[in-house]
T-cell receptor, first 112, second 112 residues
Framework: DQQVKQNSPSLSVQEGRISILNCDYT??????FLWYKKYPAEGPTFLIS?????DKNEDGRFTVFLNKSAKHLSLHIVPSQPGDSAVYFC???????????FGDGTTLTVKP | DAGVIQSPRHEVTEMGQEVTLRCKPI?????LFWYRQTMMRGLELLIY????????DSGMPEDRFSAKMPNASFSTLKIQPSEPRDSAVYFC??????????FGSGTRLTVV
């Protein structure tokens, strides 16, 4: 039973356009959600998070949206840059310092 | 801050041998996690510690796997005896409270 799902294994966008990465979860006890970015041969790097009391959180070009009723979150990157090309993992936890459950990742390719 | 330090970066060993992976978390972080990444199962949590105490080891696949955290600055993950199916990238991560984990660069283990 996969509790965090990223249904799109890959996404390709043009530089300057918006990238939208999606994530669904099944565990209603999750109340803290995170996005990580991973380059080859490196560990994942924390990108942005959102608590369940919010529906949006912004950090520069990155915005995370949370729809609790749909158990869905998304990461928007605007404008996309070639350096954003990486694997993006969605993660969820029941507290903001407890163990996180990760999705399988989405490989984003931003074309110049 | 040197980040989370894992050693070795790569390990190739023969089936049946003992393997020890090492991790130095970020100073001041009180939670430490061991994750394993494979193509089939993605990023899966093996075990995590809080204040050096194992909190959840339900992800440890078998008795062949063991983990210790003798102090706040060091943790080991041991596999004895190793098997080819243990081949994966093993990540250590640490965190204090909010804003996600800091991952190490991982140890790529190959058991032949």
């Amino acid at each position: 039973d996969q509790q965090v799902k990223q249904n799109s294994p890959s996404l390709s966008v043009q530089e300057g356009r918006i990238s939208i990465l999606n994530c669904d979860y099944t565990n209603s006890m999750f109340d803290y959600f995170l996005w990580y970015k991973k380059y080859p041969a490196e560990g994942p790097t924390f990108l942005i998070s959102i608590s369940s009391i919010k529906d949006k959180n912004e950090d520069g070009r990155f915005t995370v949206f949370l729809n609790k009723s749909a158990k869905h979150l998304s990461l928007h990157i605007v404008p996309s840059q070639p350096g954003d090309s990486a694997v993006y993992f969605c993660a969820a936890s029941e507290t903001n310092a407890g163990k996180s459950t990760f999705g399988d990742g989405t490989t984003l390719t931003v074309k110049p | 801050d040197a980040g989370v330090i894992q050693s070795p970066r790569h390990e190739v060993t023969e089936m049946g041998q003992e393997v020890t992976l090492r991790c130095k978390p970020i100073s001041g972080h009180n939670s430490l996690f061991w994750y394993r990444q494979t193509m089939m199962r993605g990023l899966e949590l093996l075990i995590y510690f809080n204040n050096n105490v194992p909190i959840d080891d339900s992800g440890m696949p078998e008795d062949r796997f063991s983990a210790k955290m003798p102090n706040a600055s060091f943790s080991t993950l041991k596999i004895q005896p190793s098997e080819p199916r243990d081949s994966a990238v093993y990540f250590c991560a640490s965190t204090r409270t909010e804003n996600g984990y800091t991952f190490g660069s991982g140890t790529r283990l190959t058991v032949v």
